[in-house]
């Protein structure tokens, strides 16, 4: 064998083997997720779950029924469960990419506020952001908390109202049972509509502290995230899951309980397109998209419209979405 196929063999060995390492890790980051600060799936965040499952079910024999009924293969290896695994293999290795183009475009805009009152003479002087009180500092984070959840809202809403971005959409409402994991059911175009329209908001809000303070001020954060988004993931894993837990008929006003977001994923056809916010329910009332139940409702999930199944393999999951999004593109435009 001659010395240049050796070292084209030598070269491409560690190409493969480079691509091998590089997907293992890849694959790493949502498998090691209950272990790192700043994901939904962190263990303080699971555990909360879990105490709040016992304490909505009064603890006892009818927490352990439901346990027992729950965590079964009837619901942890349904074929929408499955297909919700590799999704979850896949997408949480994007989410950090798309976190980080959140992050990108809060802080483009953010800045480029700053830099048009700075041109027109309007900024503020230099101070040092640990030099801002902790009054501002909260106000702030609840600002940027607010501006957060109404992007969410505002992304979440188009893609309903929208039939394009509803073929997108419709992978997540695709899934027949519900588990933590559903959360990462979401084709990537959702996954930039999601991270650009709380990052424009929050990167306005950004850009007025900075002018107002005359500098970069920090929100609070705790477990490696935003104090408030830290504080809404202690429930927020119980939004995809069975457990009933609702808020109340008063409460529910403000605030979307798992109970109403689950209702968000029934196939009735009275709930389609109902509680669309994330954390704050006044966008829903405001929206006229708002339905507090009276009473707890058996709910059956999916699209109602029976091609549920069509979204149970991952290919078709991130590919079907592309076909019939412009297939009805021109259909509407004929």
Not at 53 to 63: F, K, M, S
Not at 65 to 84: G, I, N, Q, T
Not at 291 to 302: D, M, Q, V
Request: net charge neutral; aromatic share 14%; charged share 15%.
């Amino acid at each position: 064998m001659s010395e240049a196929v050796t070292d084209q063999i030598t070269l491409w060995t560690y190409i493969f083997l480079k691509t091998v390492l590089k997907l293992v890790d890849l694959i790493s980051v949502p498998l090691n997720a209950p272990f790192v600060p700043g994901t939904l799936l962190h263990w303080p965040f699971l555990l909360s779950a879990v105490l709040l499952t016992i304490i909505a079910y009064g603890g006892g024999r009818r927490a352990l029924r439901f346990f027992r009924e729950y965590f079964s293969l009837k619901v942890w290896w349904h074929p929408s469960a499955r297909a919700d695994y590799i999704y979850y293999l896949i997408n949480g290795a994007l989410f950090p990419i798309v976190f980080a183009s959140l992050l990108a475009t809060s802080s483009f805009v953010a800045n480029s506020i700053a830099g048009w009152f700075s041109d027109a003479g309007m900024a503020a002087g230099e101070v040092a952001g640990t030099d801002v009180h902790w009054v501002v500092i909260t106000a702030f984070s609840v600002a940027i908390f607010c501006a957060h959840d109404l992007g969410r809202f505002l992304g979440h809403w188009v893609q309903h109202k929208i039939q394009f971005l509803w073929e997108f959409h419709k992978i997540h409402h695709s899934a027949e049972v519900l588990t933590p994991f559903t959360s990462f059911r979401v084709h990537p175009v959702d996954l930039l509509l999601m991270s650009m329209t709380p990052g424009v908001l929050t990167g306005i809000v950004g850009g007025i502290a900075i002018v107002s303070t005359g500098g970069r001020i920090d929100v609070w954060e705790v477990l490696g995230m935003h104090a408030g988004i830290a504080a809404y993931h202690l429930v927020s894993n119980l939004r995809h899951t069975h457990v009933w837990l609702s808020y109340g008929p008063v409460l529910s006003k403000y605030l979307i309980s798992p109970a109403q977001h689950q209702i968000h994923h029934s196939a009735d056809e009275k709930h389609f397109h109902k509680n669309i916010g994330w954390a704050f329910a006044i966008w829903d009332r405001l929206f006229g998209t708002l339905y507090i139940p009276r009473a707890e409702e058996k709910i059956i999930f999916g699209l109602g419209d029976g091609t549920d199944s069509d979204y149970h393999g991952v290919v078709r999951m991130y590919f079907l979405p592309v076909v019939r999004a412009f297939v009805g593109l021109v259909a509407n435009k004929n």
